[in-house]
């Protein structure tokens, strides 16, 4: 799907919610729910493809794929818990979205400590 046609996905939800908000607002909700989930959807079919061109692209320089995994899932984890807590935020539900935010920086914290420790390690075996 090219971005075009994501771009009318997206406004044509907007517009849809608008008006939904003016007469039913409980629906306006579940629209935007819909159209953002539509729209994240249509992103994920082109995921495959960069993935695994970053594993190709690992691959070619000698980079071990765990970290490429780990670094693969902590840009998941951003790009789950933003749209999360944007969801939240449209809903009126500001505190919610900032402890799913909290929740990610520690997930994110923890995922990346394997790789700071192998890179410490790498820094300390080079030093004198």
């Known amino acids: 799907m090219n971005i075009f046609q994501i771009v009318i996905i997206g406004i044509t939800g907007t517009l849809l919610t608008i008006i939904l908000k003016q007469y039913k ?18 992103a994920l079919g082109g995921l ?34 933003q749209f999360s807590s944007e969801i939240c935020r449209d809903s009126g539900q500001g505190a919610i979205a900032s402890k799913i935010e909290f929740c990610a920086k520690i997930l994110i914290l923890l995922y990346s400590l394997p790789i700071a420790d192998s890179l410490l390690s790498l820094v300390v075996s080079i030093l004198p």
Not at 25 to 42: D, H, K, P, R, Y
Not at 55 to 66: L, P, R, S
Not at 69 to 76: C, D, E, G, N
């Open 25 to 42: 607002g409980e629906f306006a909700l579940v629209s935007a729910l819909i159209t953002g989930s539509v729209i994240l959807l249509c």
């Open 48 to 81: 495959e493809d960069v993935i695994q061109n970053i594993y190709e692209i690992a691959t070619k320089y000698n980079v071990n794929t765990a970290y490429i995994a780990t670094v693969i899932k902590i840009i998941a984890i951003a790009y789950i818990c």
